[in-house]
């Protein structure tokens, strides 16, 4: 017998395919409040809450009744309304001229672990000992 509802104690899923869904945007009173990764939610970074997506995720939405697109990082849980798929900052929703209707079709694709440099990689290295 499957479970048809997803919990909050639910692991987070890396998500490899693209969401498409409808994007809302924080109201203003959560200006301050402390988000699921523990940093305070600042409407003026570019940031999102994801119900399924690990904190920390980067992600491309884009608008797609008019094209636009943000980068933005998973810093929060939600949204818990029916149909939306992630909740961005107003900056983020200005970024993708959604602010005016409060909602917009989006397409949310995770994006690609930043590309560590061979030598950013390794740890540096000692002179030889010279005993």
């Known amino acids: ?8 104690t639910t692991a987070p ?15 203003r009173h959560f200006n301050g409040r ?3 990764s523990g940093e305070r939610m600042n409407p ?7 119900k399924t997506l690990p904190l920390g ?32 900052t107003p900056r983020a929703a200005e970024a993708l001229d ?3 209707q409060g909602t917009a079709r989006v397409e949310v694709r995770q994006e690609a672990d930043p590309v560590i440099q061979e030598a950013d990689a390794l740890p540096p290295t000692l002179p030889p000992n010279s005993n």
């Open 34 to 36: 402390k988000t699921a």
């Open 13 to 27: 899923q890396i998500t490899p395919h693209p969401v498409i869904g409808r994007a809302s945007y924080y109201a």
């Open 98 to 100: 959604m602010s005016r």
């Open 44 to 50: 003026n970074q570019l940031t999102a809450a994801s």
């Open 1 to 8: 017998m499957s479970n048809a509802f997803a919990t909050e």
């Open 57 to 88: 995720t980067r992600v491309q939405v884009t608008n797609l009744e008019n094209g636009r697109i943000v980068h933005v990082t998973i810093n929060d849980r939600g949204p818990y309304v029916r149909g939306r798929v992630i909740d961005l």
